[in-house]
């Protein structure tokens, strides 16, 4: 497709020295569709007999986004961009499928790894010392990617599922040249959004506060339609 077009994106922002990374996967081609789901809070029943309100709820809804998307080295090549024609020459697309792929697997908490297991153990930075040197850090977390669909929509997730459908392969090496990849992403209540750490945890907190913030303004925008469309339905 000549032009320019806005693309779709996942970026994630790995631990690194001395600066956090950004990992960018923009979409080579954006979903012809996407599915979005909301799945409304839970309810609490309380106790028999008790006096608790039986609409209360327990949080947010959860919302959630599942797509498609299709990847050509082919096209990579034709871009004519260099990084890109290199990459997919030698492996056609499993860059992009690697980058994906690393979405799912845990990351080290800040402080954590090494250097938190053996500052735990010795009592440093303010620590008690402790008599078990095995004594366990904070537990890994998956990441937390920005699903990014437009100025719209800016929202923190972490990818549920990822199905990876090779069709076409080179004649080589068999390295895959065409690929589809179905993606799954939850976004992060506020609650979850509480215990995010690291370089991408205040630009989570932002994102979704914005995109709550922009809901909430379409929202009241509506209402103009809707007291004009409900005059005369109304029994009073």
């Known amino acids: 497709m000549s032009g320019f077009y806005l693309r779709g ?13 950004p990992n960018v996967i923009i979409f080579q081609y954006n979903p012809e569709t996407m599915t979005h789901t909301w799945t409304p809070a839970t309810t609490n029943p309380g106790t028999p007999g008790s006096t608790s309100n039986p609409l209360a709820i327990t949080g947010d809804p959860q919302e959630s986004f599942s797509f498609t998307l299709a990847m050509d080295s082919n096209d990579m090549i034709a871009d004519g961009d260099a990084v890109e024609t290199g990459l997919a020459t030698l492996s056609g697309v499993y860059s992009r ?4 792929e690393m979405l799912l697997f845990p990351t080290a908490p800040p402080g954590g790894g090494l250097i938190g297991s053996v500052t735990a153990a010795l009592g440093i930075g303010g620590a008690s010392a402790s008599p078990d040197p095995t004594r366990q850090v904070p537990a890994a977390q998956l990441p937390t990617v920005l699903f990014i669909w437009g100025p719209g929509r800016i929202v ?18 068999l390295n895959p040249t065409h690929v589809e ?15 995010v750490d690291g370089p991408l945890g205040s630009l989570a ?8 913030g922009l809901r909430e303004a379409l929202a009241l925008a509506n209402l103009a339609n809707a007291v004009e469309s409900i005059i005369g339905m109304l029994p009073v």
């Open 156 to 173: 923190p997730v972490r990818v549920t599922t990822l199905t990876i459908t090779e069709k076409l392969y080179d004649a080589t090496l």
């Open 9 to 21: 994106a996942l970026v994630e922002f790995m631990e690194s020295f001395p600066i956090p990374i």
């Open 97 to 100: 499928i690697a980058a994906l």
């Open 205 to 212: 907190k932002i994102a979704n506060t914005y995109s709550q």
């Open 181 to 195: 990849a179905q993606v799954g992403l939850r976004v992060l209540t506020k609650e979850e959004l509480a215990y």
